[in-house]
């Protein structure tokens, strides 16, 4: 059998005669070898071509390096994504959030009690989803943590209120409280 030349159809024919199996990055540079741009393949296979290919940041049994195809990819045609959120409009939502967590409150490269050993990432999510009709749009994006983006897929959750928000402060205990306000102070304080 001949060996395909694009780079995409070599990990293609990889990850396909191993559905399943943890394949390390190392073996991925080999099949893509010597093009240095696989990574940025296997991107496309997963957001462009809907492959369940994982990796450490979406499950977190996989180490750095690790990836695994969970399911035999969708036949051709048949998967199709919206346009990625632009990286200016990612900018701007990360900026106006704070580098928060919306849901978790958690910042960037905070240590992540869901996964230990490793930093929060922050992804930029829909507030209504775009299988539910959302917008990208900057009233519908909200900065997520890794976990919080994983659990809300496709759920619509309207922020909370304040009524609601102050009740639960008023709930907390005083070094709670007074953790509330140092956040707060440190998230609005330009000084």
């Known amino acids: 059998m001949t060996k395909p030349r694009s780079v995409k159809e070599r990990l293609r024919r990889y990850f396909r005669e191993r559905v399943g199996?943890?394949?390390?990055?190392?073996?991925l540079q080999e099949v893509a070898r010597p093009a240095s741009e696989w990574a940025r393949r296997i991107r496309e296979l997963r957001d462009e071509e809907g492959w369940a290919i994982r990796t450490h940041t979406d499950d977190a049994t996989l180490r750095p390096g690790e990836y695994r195809l969970d399911e035999p990819p969708p036949p051709p045609?048949?998967?199709?994504?919206?346009?990625?959120?632009?990286?200016?409009?990612?900018?701007?939502?990360?900026?106006?959030?704070g580098y928060t967590c919306q849901m978790?409150?958690?910042?960037?490269?905070?240590?992540?009690?869901?996964?230990?050993?490793?930093?929060?990432?922050?992804?930029?999510?829909?507030?209504v989803d775009r299988s539910q009709g959302g917008r990208d749009e900057m009233s519908n994006l909200r900065a997520m943590c890794s976990t919080c983006n994983?659990?809300?897929?496709?759920?619509?959750?309207?922020?909370?209120?304040?009524?609601?928000?102050?009740g639960q402060i008023r709930r907390a205990n005083v070094a709670d409280q007074q953790r509330v306000l140092e956040w707060l102070k440190n998230k609005f304080d330009s000084t």
């Open 77 to 97: 045609g048949t998967y199709t994504f919206a346009r990625p959120i632009s990286t200016r409009l990612r900018a701007q939502v990360l900026e106006r959030n």
């Open 150 to 166: 994983q659990g809300a897929r496709n759920l619509v959750q309207e922020p909370p209120s304040w009524a609601w928000l102050l």
């Open 104 to 127: 978790c409150g958690v910042g960037a490269g905070d240590k992540d009690v869901q996964r230990p050993g490793r930093r929060v990432i922050l992804h930029v999510g829909h507030i």
């Open 21 to 27: 199996e943890v394949v390390r990055n190392t073996e």
